[in-house]
């Protein structure tokens, strides 16, 4: 079946550095990616989303690119705080079901 | 709050019993959708809901799982002779259509 999975399972940063997160996708009728923000022992919450008639869309603080020609996205995070510390999801919505990938850990230390 | 709300938050059982969770989702919300998140994993699709029918279930959801939203509002799910595969955090979410799904804090369910 389709899925969603990201490139790397931990990046470490410090605080005040530009965190970029990515994630690539397989099926490319895919119309609609969603960040989302999970910290521990917490259902994910919602950072923002990208239908695929953008490139781009920003966010307080977070950016997302959609480059459908290799079927990539990536969220980008300036000023990463300690606060941001979290696992990051990038999730398909196929119209129902979100489809997930493994998630990519995030450090931020002071 | 106004958000997504589960309960219970934490659940230990035995082997073989049942559990029921229940998830009240966003009031204005049609539609709801369970999950199954194990650790170091996203969260797996299990069913949903539009008002109060069942319109998709997952291979995941066997037998011994059951869902409810009687009245497309809260909705229940049980989980009949439980198995220590079954231990998981279970995620309800909710929406307007297909729009974005905002998600409840989970239930984490341990058989022991």
């Known amino acids: 079946g389709e899925s969603v999975g990201l490139h790397l399972p931990t990046l470490s940063v410090q605080e005040g550095d530009n965190s970029i997160i990515n994630c690539a996708y397989s099926?490319?009728?895919?119309?609609?990616f969603i960040w989302y923000k999970q910290e521990s022992g917490k259902g994910p919450q919602f950072i923002i989303d990208i239908r695929s008639n953008m490139d781009k869309r920003q966010g307080q603080r977070v950016t997302v690119l959609l480059n459908k020609t290799v079927k990539h996205l990536s969220l980008q995070i300036a000023a990463t705080q300690p606060g941001d510390s979290a696992v990051y999801f990038c999730a398909e919505n196929s119209g129902t079901a979100l489809i997930f990938g493994k998630g990519t850990t995030l450090s931020v230390s002071s | 709050d106004t958000g997504v709300s589960q309960d219970p938050r934490h659940k230990i059982t035995k082997r073989g019993q049942n559990v029921t969770f229940r998830c009240d989702p966003i009031s204005e919300h049609n539609r709801l959708y369970w999950y199954r998140q194990t650790l170091g994993q996203g969260p797996e699709f299990l069913t949903y809901f539009q008002n109060e029918a069942q319109l998709e279930k997952s291979r995941l959801l066997s037998d011994r799982f059951s869902a409810e939203r009687p009245k497309g509002s809260f909705s229940t799910l049980e989980i009949q002779r439980t198995e220590q595969g079954d231990s998981a955090m279970y995620l309800c979410a909710s929406s307007f259509g297909s729009d974005t799904q905002y998600f409840g804090p989970g239930t984490r369910l341990t058989v022991l």
């Open positions: 099926n490319s009728a895919s119309d609609y």
